[in-house]
C-alpha cells in the first residue's frame, strides 16, 4: 500500500499542480498585460503577482522566479528560464519562453501580453462554454434518472409487496428501503465523483 501510495502520490501533485496553474493562468496574464502596460518593469511585474495569492500554485510559481533573482542573483530572464524548466504546465512554460524571446529580441512586451491574454480569455471562454453545455446534459439526465428511479422503487415494491409481501427471505419494504437509504445515496456520490472527474479543465 505505501509502495502504490510513493508511486501514485507524486503524479497526483504534480497533475494538481499543473490543473491549479492553467486554471488561474489566463487571468494572470491579463494582469501582467495590465501591469506592463503601465511601463512597470518585467521583475517588479513578477514580485507584484507573487502577492496574489488567489493565484495559487501560479503565484508560487512567480515567487520562484523572485527567489531566484533576490535570493541567489539571477538576471531576471535567467530567473524566468529557470522557472520554465520545472513548471508543470506546458502552457506556463510557453508563456514563459515567449516572455524572455519578446525582451530579448527588442519585441513588444506589451504587445506580446495583449496578444497572449486575449487568446488565453478566449480558449477560457470557449472551455467553459462547453462545460456548461455538459452539465446541462448530466443535469437532464441526474433528473430522469437519479430522481425518477427512487419513485419507479417505490411503486414497484409497493405493488410487489400487495401481491408478494416476502422476496428470496426478505420482506419487500426492507428491500425497498434498503434500496431507498442505501443504493440511492451511492449512486448520487457517485454521480458527484463522475462530475469531478469530468471536469473541464478551465
Keep these: 500500500m505505501t509502495f502504490i501510495f510513493g508511486i501514485f502520490y507524486p503524479t497526483q501533485r504534480v497533475a494538481h499542480r499543473k490543473k491549479d496553474i492553467e486554471t488561474n493562468l489566463p487571468f494572470a ?3 501582467m498585460g495590465s501591469v506592463a502596460a503601465s511601463g512597470i518593469p518585467p521583475s517588479v511585474i513578477f514580485k507584484m503577482l507573487a502577492k496574489f495569492k488567489e493565484y495559487g500554485v501560479l503565484a508560487d510559481e512567480f515567487g520562484k522566479i523572485v527567489r ?12 524566468i528560464r529557470e522557472v520554465s524548466k520545472r513548471t508543470p504546465s506546458e502552457k506556463f512554460r510557453q508563456l514563459l519562453l515567449g516572455f ?40 437532464e439526465f441526474y433528473t430522469g434518472i437519479l430522481i425518477a428511479a427512487p419513485l419507479f422503487i417505490i411503486a414497484l415494491f409497493s405493488v410487489m409487496n ?3 409481501p416476502q422476496l428470496g427471505g426478505f420482506e419487500i ?14 449512486v448520487n456520490v457517485g454521480f458527484v465523483i463522475f462530475l ?5 479543465e478551465m
Design 29 to 31: 496574464i491579463a494582469h
Design 68 to 79: 531566484n533573482m533576490e535570493t541567489f542573483g539571477m538576471d531576471p530572464m535567467s530567473a
Design 100 to 139: 524572455v524571446s519578446t525582451i530579448e529580441g527588442g519585441g513588444d512586451l506589451k504587445l506580446y501580453l495583449k496578444n497572449a491574454g486575449e487568446q488565453a480569455l478566449f480558449t477560457w471562454r470557449i472551455k467553459r462554454q462547453k462545460y456548461i453545455q455538459q452539465l446541462s446534459a448530466y443535469a
Design 162 to 164: 400487495m401481491i408478494q
Design 173 to 186: 419494504l426492507d428491500l425497498m428501503k434498503m434500496s431507498i437509504y442505501l443504493l440511492v445515496p451511492i
Design 196 to 200: 469531478e472527474i469530468t471536469q473541464v
